[in-house]
């Protein structure tokens, strides 16, 4: 988990509020994902982001939104739109993005939508 | 498409024991493949990664994976098995053009003691 942190660990919304999640880095990465983690469903990609100022959806954005002003930082907002929130959160970061990159994890944040 | 398939829910094993983790992949041409190991409610650590060359991979914690280019298989090893080994293990894939990493779904691993 070393140098990727998220916050909070813990989050509870309310249905019909947007919450947001975030993630900083102090690797020095270019690259930061997003991804989603249900019980038997392993990983699975909301946004990633290669550099700064852009980002490209994953395989399930909807609902989902991102911004990446700062190398450091790549915070996940959950909107309303997102109809099953509940679900363990991570991020991830690496040098590059792709190839024989490694992505490092962040400790998570796990959203219960009350 | 890529796709990653890790045949079995959950693996267990008696300390002192080996193990093996299946993981079996699909991709076009060469692959990247990826060992992780997730605690409860912990992220996921980087084990091992296989990029090219000795199919036999050494990683962290004393574990190996062995990349089968005819199996597309990339299975987990340890010659002997730890309770604090007791994660749950992903297996992840990329192919040479792309920028995701595919995972599967993951392997419960409990060592008895």
């Known amino acids: 988990d070393g140098g990727i942190t998220q916050s909070p660990k813990y989050l509870f919304r309310k249905e019909g509020q947007n919450v947001t999640l975030s993630c900083e880095q102090n690797?020095?990465?270019?690259?930061m994902y997003w991804y989603r983690q249900d019980p038997g469903q392993g990983l699975r990609l909301i946004y990633y982001s290669q550099i700064v100022n852009d980002f490209q959806k994953g395989d399930i954005a909807e609902g989902y939104s991102v911004s990446r002003e700062k190398k450091e930082s790549f915070p996940l907002t959950v909107t309303s739109a997102q109809k099953n929130p509940t679900a363990f959160y991570l991020c991830a970061s690496s040098t590059a993005g792709g190839g024989a990159d490694t992505q490092y994890f962040g400790p998570g944040t796990r959203l219960t939508v009350l | 498409a890529q796709s990653v398939a890790q045949p079995e829910d959950q693996v267990n094993v008696a300390e002192g024991n080996p193990l093996t983790v299946k993981c079996t992949y699909s991709v076009s041409g060469n692959p990247y493949l990826f060992w992780y190991v997730q605690y409860p409610n912990r992220g996921l650590q980087f084990l091992l990664k296989?990029?090219?060359?000795?199919?036999l991979v050494k990683g962290s914690y004393g574990f190996e994976a062995e990349f089968n280019k005819s199996q597309t298989s990339f299975h987990l090893k340890k010659p002997s098995a730890l309770v604090s080994d007791s994660a749950l293990y992903f297996c992840?894939?990329?192919?040479?053009?792309?920028?995701?990493?595919?995972f599967g779904k993951g392997t419960t691993l409990s060592v008895s003691s």
């Open positions: 296989y990029i090219t060359g000795d199919n």
């Open positions: 690797l020095n990465h270019d690259a």
């Open positions: 992840a894939v990329r192919d040479q053009a792309g920028t995701a990493l595919i």
